[in-house]
Structures are given as C-alpha cells and as structure tokens.
C-alpha cells in the first residue's frame, strides 16, 4: 500500500503565505501523479492544483496566480506554496497519490488524512 501523510496547514492571516508538503511511502512501483485537494464547510471536495511526474501542473482558477505545486520525484514528495491567502482559502486540504503499486498493474489513487488550513485576522 501507500501512505501519504500531509504536513505545513495552520492559522494564517488573510495575505499571508504557507507551504504544504506531503510524502508518498509504502510499495510504490511509480508515482503517475501527485495533487492537493481541499474541503471547506458545507462544500464538495475540489481540486486545488495537481502535478505529473513530468511536471505538467493544473490549477483550479480560484488559486491561479497564488499557487505553486511542486513535485520532488526523488522523494515522492509533493509541495504546496499558497500566497496571498484568502479568508476563502479556508478548508481542510488533502494530498493525493496516483501511483502504482509494487505487484500491481494499474495506478490507484490514495489520500492522506487532511490539514486544516484557516485563514483569519
């Protein structure tokens, strides 16, 4: 199997800046693709910006301009740098793993636990 184990959310005021980071362990064969999602109160789960192993990235608009996601391919690590953060940035973001798994054939998606990320004053 394989763990993914999100790290770096907090309380942060309105115009500042975290970063995000997330390893993938366990049986992996290959990562395909890393991605950070989040869930706010009373809203579905979204996509904020994800990343392949060749480095082609995808952005949700929302986040387009404040948000770089990066993946360390050595380290099956993937991070996340959110600026200007707005109150509306607030939610619980997930990190995702599209890998495949030693033994197996097909990519599976795997997801940590969340980390709460608040912006406030």
């Known amino acids: 199997q394989v763990t993914v184990v999100e790290s770096g959310g907090g309380l942060v005021q309105p115009g500042g800046s975290l970063r995000l980071s997330c390893p993938a362990s366990?049986?992996?064969?290959?990562?395909?693709?890393m991605g950070w999602y989040r869930q706010a109160p009373g809203k579905q789960r979204e996509l904020v910006a994800a990343?392949?192993?060749?480095?082609?990235?995808n952005y949700a608009d929302s986040v387009k301009g404040r948000a770089t996601i990066s993946l360390d391919n050595a380290k099956n690590t993937v991070h996340l740098q959110m600026n200007s953060l707005k109150v509306e940035d607030t939610a619980v973001y997930y990190c995702?793993?599209?890998?495949?798994?030693?033994?197996?054939?097909?990519?599976?998606?795997?997801w940590g636990q969340g980390t709460q990320v608040t912006v406030s004053s």
């Open positions: 995702s793993a599209v890998a495949i798994v030693r033994g197996r054939w097909s990519p599976e998606t795997f």
């Open positions: 366990g049986s992996i064969f290959s990562i395909n693709a």
């Open positions: 990343i392949t192993n060749t480095g082609s990235t």
